[in-house]
């Protein structure tokens, strides 16, 4: 059954101390940052580099959002290559009190739909909560198209996160199961996923400006289309410029005086072009007050 409510959930990267391990204390501070704003956050997806946590650091950070996010409020990404690993992992969220789960289609080496459709089936006769898939094929190598969407929620998925290529299905797969929740990856798509009917977003860049998508999201409630058009604007200032790394992100919340500490997983640095843009970005005062203009 999908909710009836337009939801902001921030992707929340994980942080890393000095010597490369997950700093609690300044996680749990960033997340405050986003209490107020947010309707809910996403641990350890894509943003906080999942493949490179052990499955004690994914369940310490799960953890952590529980102690500052109500139980309703936070996905826990349990996703592995394998059932057996996922299971795991799903035992360990369920153990520290999470609810709500989502799951990476199986990675790295290529699976029919049909096994990826078996795999969730499996996967949620053993989840004690909510479950939702997450298709990302650009970064997995396997996808879930139209033909077996109606499956889903045969078997009893709750809904979908659409990922890269796949964030562009949102109508066609709610058009096909239209009792599910829909979230779209692409931070700076919210107007135009829930006029097609999705339940929200799933967004990395959120979490630097989460101020922005909240009134976005409630402009969006309003109808109000001059002010839609006018943060949305902002958005995809933002978008252009933060989404395309995590470098980036974290590099910006440094900025803003967050200890967000460096990427673990060897992703590019951030070179002096986008240095520049991102300070930019921070330095705005219309993106930094949020004085959007009517």
Known sequence: MRSHTSQIISAA???????????????????????????????NGTTAEFPSLSPYERTRLIQSALNVFDTSRVI?????????????????????????????????????????????????KRTPGRLYAYIYPDVTGNDITAKTISRFADIGIDGLKLSGM??????????????????????????????????????GVSGVYPMAW?????????????RIAAIQQHIRNMVRVLGPSIGNIKYALRLL???????????????ESS????????????????SFTR
């Open 13 to 43: 990267i994980a942080i890393f101390d000095a010597h490369g391990d997950i700093a609690i204390d300044e996680f749990e501070l960033y997340l405050l940052r986003l209490l107020p704003y947010v309707d809910g956050v996403l641990v």
């Open 275 to 290: 240095m520049e843009k991102i300070r930019c970005i921070v330095s705005s005062e219309s993106v930094d007050t949020l």
């Open 214 to 226: 909240s009134e976005l999201r409630d402009a969006v409630m309003l109808s109000d289309k001059p």
């Open 166 to 203: 796949a964030s562009d299905r949102v109508a066609q797969y709610h058009h096909i199961a239209p009792h599910i929740d829909i979230w779209s990856g692409n931070d700076a798509d919210f107007p135009n996923t829930i006029s097609h009917g999705g339940a929200g977003v799933i967004s």
């Open 257 to 271: 005086g967050i200890a967000a500490g460096q990427c673990r997983m060897p992703i590019d640095g951030v070179d």
């Open 76 to 124: 826990a990404h349990i996703g592995a290559a394998s059932l057996r690993q996922t299971s795991m992992l799903l035992n360990m969220a369920a153990d520290v009190g999470a609810t709500r789960f989502t799951a990476i289609t199986p990675y790295y080496l290529h699976i029919s739909e049909a096994s990826t459709l078996h795999y969730y089936e499996l996967l949620r």
